[in-house]
């Protein structure tokens, strides 16, 4: 019970989690009660209502500012929605156990990798595409790799010669022992 409410705690607060599947089915019945409730509480309009509901949250979810934005920022966005909350998204097996893991989020929290991107309708659309693009980001990579980006602090200076490099420009095998 104590792993289902930290995990509570942390989708609201984040709005997406990383966990294993098991965990992520258990945790979405959960946090969607919570939410249900913190509808309900909005939704009477009673302050007497709102705080018992506030109660009745704060069983499970410890933080009060976690259950402030619950009731302030999470529970209005699904105020017209029936259920439904959450999202699992199945991302694969770890690596050292090969547990399968799945992401577990908000609905209506999507990832936007590029949220300072200019909106649709500007007058540079092209300019946007092109830095957005796949092709324009991996040409961004290449030139940190390169060193020739201005924007990374100390891009474009030389890296320091390891012993073994050094070593190596002044004709010494790195092996010990006869040629």
Not at 40 to 50: F, H, K, Q
Request: proline share 5%; glycine share 12%.
């Amino acid at each position: 019970m104590a792993m289902l409410r930290n995990q509570a705690t942390a989708l609201l607060q984040h709005e997406r989690i990383r966990t294993t599947v098991p965990r992520a089915k258990e945790l979405r019945p959960f946090v969607e009660r919570l939410i249900t409730i913190a509808k309900r509480g909005l939704a009477g309009g009673d302050a007497a209502r709102g705080v018992h509901a506030r109660r009745l949250v704060r069983r499970d979810i410890v933080d009060q500012k976690i259950v402030s934005k619950l009731f302030e920022a999470v529970a209005p966005r699904f105020e017209e929605r029936p259920g439904g909350y959450t999202r699992l998204l199945r991302l694969g097996s770890r690596r050292g156990d090969n547990a399968q893991l799945a992401q577990v989020e908000l609905v209506g929290s999507e990832y936007v990798p590029d949220s300072d991107t200019p909106e649709i309708g500007t007058d540079a659309p092209e300019k946007a595409a092109k830095k957005t693009g796949v092709g324009g980001r991996l040409r961004a990579a290449a030139r940190r790799i390169r060193g020739k980006d201005e924007t990374v602090p100390g891009a474009g200076q030389p890296a320091k010669a390891t012993k073994r490099a050094a070593g190596a420009k002044r004709g010494r095998s790195s092996k010990k022992g006869g040629s």
